[in-house]
């Protein structure tokens, strides 16, 4: 079974860090197959919004305007992992946070949800004010 994993979450003040991490896993399933590696984030009564989207090679990133010179996208492709650095973190951060995988060929950043093939169960990322 192919899923992704994420972990990391948690309860942190405003000010503060914390680091997610994806994990992909199953059968045929290596990190090389997945395209955009993305974060997406739902806060209660939302809609699910972008955050940030690597690509394969790592070299190219994308982020939310909100969350521009805070958060770092990255990945290891020899682990199957992909990272997200949440640094001086407020309250509007508070969501749920998910990754996702395109399995399609693309060679540009994806950052609608409708372009990502799977999807971890979430983590709750809480900000304190």
């Known amino acids: 079974q192919v899923q992704l994993v994420e972990s990391g979450g948690g309860l942190v003040q405003a000010g503060g860090s914390l680091r997610l991490s994806c994990a992909a896993s199953?059968?045929?399933?290596?990190?090389?197959?997945?395209?955009?590696m993305g974060w997406f984030r739902q806060a209660p009564g939302k809609e699910r919004d972008f955050v940030a989207t690597i690509l394969r090679s790592g070299g190219l990133t994308y982020y939310e305007d909100s969350v521009k010179g805070r958060f770092t996208i990255s990945r290891d492709n020899a682990k199957n992992t992909m990272n997200l650095q949440m640094n001086n973190l407020k309250p509007e951060d508070t969501a749920v946070y998910y990754c996702?995988?395109?399995?399609?060929?693309?060679?540009?950043?994806?950052?609608?949800?409708?372009?990502?093939?799977?999807w971890g169960q979430g983590t709750q990322v809480t900000v304190s004010s």
């Open positions: 996702a995988a395109q399995l399609r060929f693309s060679d540009t950043p994806a950052t609608a949800a409708g372009q990502y093939d799977l």
């Open positions: 199953g059968r045929s399933l290596s990190i090389d197959h997945i395209y955009n």
